[in-house]
């Protein structure tokens, strides 16, 4: 039975850790004005007539905070990552002068940092639906070892580490939204 609790324990914590990096990469897709290479990290190239990471057929870059450098490691594929960075409908508009992509990051407006605040705040209340699921989850397979014979002492125990599991996580995704909304606000 206590392997059976360990188990659930492990789960538990597996899931909420999970919740936390989901919202860790949803953050860093939500741009706060400063350029950062990671804003394009979901653009696809075709390459030879594959989707290809940027990142696998140029060097990105940022030579300042309001500056991402894409660097292809073939000049013909200049158009394709144009197009590709277009695509992927990030708001940016990129130049090239035949050698480099240049993508100019725009100062955020004041709506558009609060339109921001509140997607990350979406993006934080979704990650901790997702460790309060975990958390149900648990105590669910917890009462049915109880049905089983579990000892209560011990569901008590379990279910308290549950808390806990919970509580701390729940404190990462406050203390990661507090953090990006501060970015978000630093102009």
């Not at 390459?47 to 696998?56: F, I, K």
Request: glycine fraction near 4%.
């Amino acid at each position: 039975m206590e392997e059976e609790v360990e188990l659930i324990l492990d789960l538990c914590k597996e899931r909420m850790a999970a919740a936390i990096e989901h919202f860790e990469k949803e953050l860093v897709h939500i741009r706060a004005g400063k350029a950062s290479p990671r804003m394009l990290d979901g653009v696809a190239v075709d390459y030879y007539g594959s989707l290809t990471p940027l990142t696998q057929v140029a060097n990105v870059n940022t030579p300042d905070a309001r500056t991402i450098a894409v660097q292809p490691w073939e000049k013909k594929l200049i158009p394709e990552i144009e197009k590709a960075i277009l695509n992927a409908n990030l708001g940016f508009n990129p130049e090239n002068n035949g050698e480099i992509i240049r993508i100019s990051v725009p100062a955020l407006t004041e709506e558009r940092r609060k339109t921001l605040s509140k997607q990350a705040n979406n993006e934080g209340e979704n990650a901790k639906v997702a460790i309060r699921s975990a958390r149900k989850d648990a105590n669910e397979a917890l009462k049915k070892l109880l049905k089983n014979g579990l000892s209560e002492d011990l569901e008590k125990d379990a279910e308290g580490n549950v808390q806990n599991m919970t509580n701390d996580f729940t404190k990462d995704v406050e203390s990661l939204l507090e953090k990006k909304t501060k970015e978000i606000f630093t102009i």
